[in-house]
């Protein structure tokens, strides 16, 4: 607009209150439009602004999730060697227990066909045993009173013969 008035000035054209008119309505409406413009330049920025903070947010919440994650990582690392070293025990465990089932279903075999008395023997055979004992202490505990008796009568009768001869 100012190059076409500048042109006309010029051209030695005189403005007239028309185009003056026209000038003064076009110039509002550029301003309008600058105002427009201006808003949604304002718009934008704060929209930006907006999509900063969310940008940010979201790249710190992608920080942690990856460190996590990571940490995850090393924790299934971790409890899978923990998991092989526990089946290895487990298979360890079974074979000995199926080793000593084994062994024990040996003694049994062995025990039911040994010589061993049952139960109700062993125990008559404890019985008399302890009987026989007991008999054989009363006895020797008998004969040691008869022994000292014995000895007693002796030195007595040696005094008697001594004293008569």
């Known amino acids: 607009m100012e190059q076409q008035l500048k042109n006309k000035e010029q051209m030695g054209e005189v403005l007239n209150v028309i185009d003056f008119d026209q000038l003064k309505i076009e110039n509002k409406q550029f301003l309008e439009k600058i105002e427009e413009r201006n808003n949604e330049l304002i718009t934008l920025k704060l929209t930006t602004g907006n999509t900063v903070q969310v940008l940010n ?3 710190k919440r992608l920080q942690k999730l990856t460190s ?3 940490w995850l990582k090393s924790e299934i690392v971790q409890r899978m ?4 070293k526990v089946d290895e025990d487990i298979e360890r465990v079974v074979e000995e227990a199926k080793s000593l089932t084994r062994a024990n ?3 049994k075999r062995e025990q039911q066909t040994s010589d061993m ?3 109700i023997e062993y125990v008559k055979q404890k019985l008399e045993l302890d009987t026989l004992t007991r008999n054989v202490d009363n006895w020797t505990q008998k ?3 008869s022994e000292g008796e014995y000895k007693r009568q002796r030195r007595k009768y040696r005094e008697m013969a001594g004293g008569d001869m």
Do not use: G, N, Q
């Not at 060697?81 to 092989?84: F, S």
């Open 117 to 119: 008395p049952h139960v």
């Open 143 to 145: 004969v040691r009173i």
């Open 57 to 59: 947010t979201l790249k």
């Open 68 to 70: 996590e994650s990571e």
């Open 105 to 107: 279903m040996r003694a």
């Open 81 to 84: 060697d923990l998991k092989m």
